[in-house]
């Protein structure tokens, strides 16, 4: 028998995927979770949840997933900032992935789709940025161009389709449940903790609690607008430097070290380095000059009042969600180092 508001969430082994899965059943909404890999089953242990298996690259293993649901909020995705070859890993998985979940979605009869984009796709000329200054012009990263363009590609096949969807661009989600290996986001925080960020590089992040943009989602698929997009974050962004200033007050044992300022030729010499080793070892760098060149500076202010006004989203403070983002990690280290 076919269950009435069923959702699926895709990429549910994810940070933002897991925190969204548990906080639906606290809800009370029957939930599907997928992942690529079905023998991860340690994020789903103690909920009540099915898990099956689906790839957003596999538009059959979509269309399977989607059975029966009714809201589907599209969180599985690419999230890397680097990558040997960023345009096939980055770019072009998000691509497919996108024309795949919506595709999948109209041939499934599903409702109406949560879709999962980024902050990534907003134009920061203006401060502080809001929903409709557009998308971000700047083209030097291959995970901001696939946000942009996969969020215009989503609106677009979702008109084609006839499919309600709704946009949610989350900042740098922090804090919750998590596991192994932790997201970009987080890991700053936990390099912070283990004295790993000793030079000041100037760039600002939009700290969020990951529980609170599971609600934004949430609140997304039960009131957002369709064809709206919505800033999941909060107003004003803190500085590497400001946030390890918390992690000083909160754990003076640590003794951690403000970062150090260094002119910034210094910083893309090491930057660049840096580059020439992950090339040889094929993981991702500390910061890489693109890092530096696109970032450094770049204040991460928000108009986030459409989504206050038209979702009811109200997140706690950057300042706090850092905090309990370090307590988890501390209370959990064994887990993430």
Request: glycine share 6%; with cysteine; net charge positive.
């Amino acid at each position: 028998m076919a269950q009435k508001n069923l959702a699926l969430v895709t990429g549910a082994n994810g940070h933002l995927g897991n925190n969204l899965v548990r906080l639906l059943i606290e809800k009370g909404i029957p939930v599907r979770a997928s992942v690529r890999n079905i023998k991860n089953k340690e994020p789903f242990a103690g909920l009540n949840c099915e898990v099956v298996q689906a790839d957003i690259t596999n538009k059959q293993s979509l269309i399977n997933a989607l059975q029966g649901v009714e809201t589907f909020y599209a969180v599985g995705a690419a999230f890397k900032l680097w990558a040997k070859d960023p345009k096939k890993e980055i770019y072009d998985v998000n691509l497919e992935g996108t024309r795949n979940t919506i595709e999948a979605a109209a041939e499934a009869g599903v409702k109406r789709i949560v879709y999962v984009s980024s902050i990534a796709a907003l134009d920061y000329s203006e401060l502080p940025t809001k929903e409709s200054y557009g998308y971000n012009p700047d083209r030097r990263d291959m995970y901001y161009n696939s946000k942009n363009d996969g969020e215009k590609l989503a609106f677009e096949l979702a008109k084609k389709h006839n499919i309600e969807l709704v946009a949610v661009l989350p900042a740098a989600m922090i804090g919750g449940e998590a596991f192994a290996p932790l997201n970009i986001s987080y890991n700053i925080i936990n390099l912070i903790l283990k004295k790993q960020i000793p030079v000041e590089t100037n760039i600002t992040l939009n700290w969020i609690d990951v529980k609170d943009v599971a609600e934004g989602c949430y609140l997304a698929a039960t009131k957002g607008r369709n064809g709206a997009r919505y800033i999941l974050a909060n107003e004003k962004c803190t500085s590497i430097k400001d946030t390890t200033k918390i992690a000083r007050e909160l754990f003076p044992e640590l003794k951690i070290k403000l970062p150090m300022a260094v002119p910034k030729p210094i910083l893309f010499a090491v930057a660049w380095f840096m580059g020439i080793g992950s090339k040889i070892s094929g993981k991702a760098p500390l910061l890489t000059t693109k890092d530096i060149a696109m970032f450094s500076g770049l204040q991460q202010d928000f108009d986030i009042s459409i989504a206050r006004t038209e979702l009811g989203f109200s997140p706690k403070n950057s300042a706090q969600a850092v905090k309990e983002a370090m307590k988890y990690l501390r209370e959990n280290e064994k887990r993430f180092n």
